[in-house]
């Protein structure tokens, strides 16, 4: 007992005698309202889950207390946003005034930021007023009774409900043991001793079960297999529809082509120009496929009347050939 004489120590669970003790070797509730938080606590009439308020993870939030009447939820997230990505900010409020209860719940992404805003936070000035950080007692401190009950921590001297245990108020290292002995008769449940550290260190708040990360972990990763096979299952529908779609056009350009040449024969010239149910794209297409139509067939025709007049050609210069062959026999005889 002599090394924490000089130390402080913080309870993992809360006591509502021992709250109210600064050094949490008291055996008896010394006023009201810690009588009445032990009555509570022992009838188990405090359920911390029943509050429809509260959501979001616990092990992300953290309690900010202290705040300026003055603070609103926008100015709150500025300033917390500094530490991190605030994913909910719940500023509490009075149920009839609507006026600031001076203190709130900041839910972060991650446990990290939230770490990173209750190591850095603490003390920190907001609208002139030096606020204070904890984390979740509400949902992650066993047998947590709240303010309105007679429990909580802190509190003022003036009020009669002066509280211990907490990060601003640690309990003193007692000078005596905890009397377990006169507990014990008194049919009183002995509060933990807690863990002794020194006055300048920062007590770590509780961290996440490790089957609880692991499930998250796990779930995040078969969300993001979902997601790809969800995006894959979707692009190969999307592929199979513009190919069905596809298909469905050309089928039904090569039947009104049919139907087009069926009714008006061969010719380009002697088809209609578009039909009062065709849209404009389809009449785009058709006109398209017409100018390719005239196209090939001028091409064709060309080319025939062209072979027939090098056909011509050749057989007039076969006739010719040997009339000249003569011609020029004679003029070199004489």
């Known amino acids: 007992m002599s090394s924490n004489i000089n130390s402080v120590f913080y309870a993992e669970s809360y006591h509502p005698i021992q709250a109210g003790s600064i050094d949490g070797t008291d055996i008896l509730p010394h006023d009201n309202a810690v009588y009445r938080a032990l009555l509570c606590s022992n009838a188990a009439l405090y359920d911390p889950t029943g509050d429809p308020k509260i959501i979001g993870d616990p092990y992300c939030t953290v309690f900010v207390g202290r705040l300026s009447h003055l603070t ?6 500025k300033a917390m946003s500094k530490y991190g990505r605030v994913k909910n900010l719940r500023l509490v409020r009075h149920i009839v005034t609507g006026a600031s209860r001076r203190f709130a719940f900041v839910e972060f992404e991650t446990e990290r930021e939230m770490r990173r805003a209750y190591q850095d936070a603490h003390h920190a000035i907001i609208d002139d007023a030096e606020i204070i950080v904890d984390y979740n007692r509400q949902k992650l401190m066993p047998g947590w009774i709240p303010r309105r009950l007679g429990g909580g921590l802190g509190g003022r001297k003036e009020s009669g409900q002066l509280r211990f245990g907490g990060r601003e108020r640690p309990f003193r290292a007692p000078l005596q043991p905890i009397p377990y002995e006169d507990l014990k008769k008194l049919g009183i449940t002995p509060p933990p001793e807690g863990r002794y550290m020194s006055r300048f260190q ?12 692991e499930k998250e972990e796990y779930s995040y990763k078969r969300s993001s297999v979902d997601r790809e096979e969800l995006s894959q299952r979707s692009s190969s529908m999307e592929r199979d529809e513009h190919r069905r779609t596809v298909g469905r056009k050309q089928d039904s350009r090569k039947r009104s082509y049919v139907e087009e040449e069926s009714q008006y024969g061969k010719s380009s010239e002697d088809r209609p120009e578009c039909s009062p149910n065709t849209t404009s794209i389809e009449t785009d297409h058709d006109y ?9 067939h001028y091409h064709s025709r060309s080319n025939a009347e062209g072979g027939e007049i090098s056909r011509k050609r050749s057989s007039r210069d076969k006739e010719e050939r040997p ?3 003569r011609r020029h026999y004679s003029r070199s005889n004489h």
């Open 72 to 77: 609103t939820e926008p100015t709150l997230h």
């Open 202 to 213: 920062v007590p770590s708040p509780p961290r996440k079960p490790r089957k609880l990360v």
């Open 288 to 296: 398209k496929w017409r100018t390719l139509d005239r196209e090939e």
């Open 323 to 325: 009339s000249k062959r």
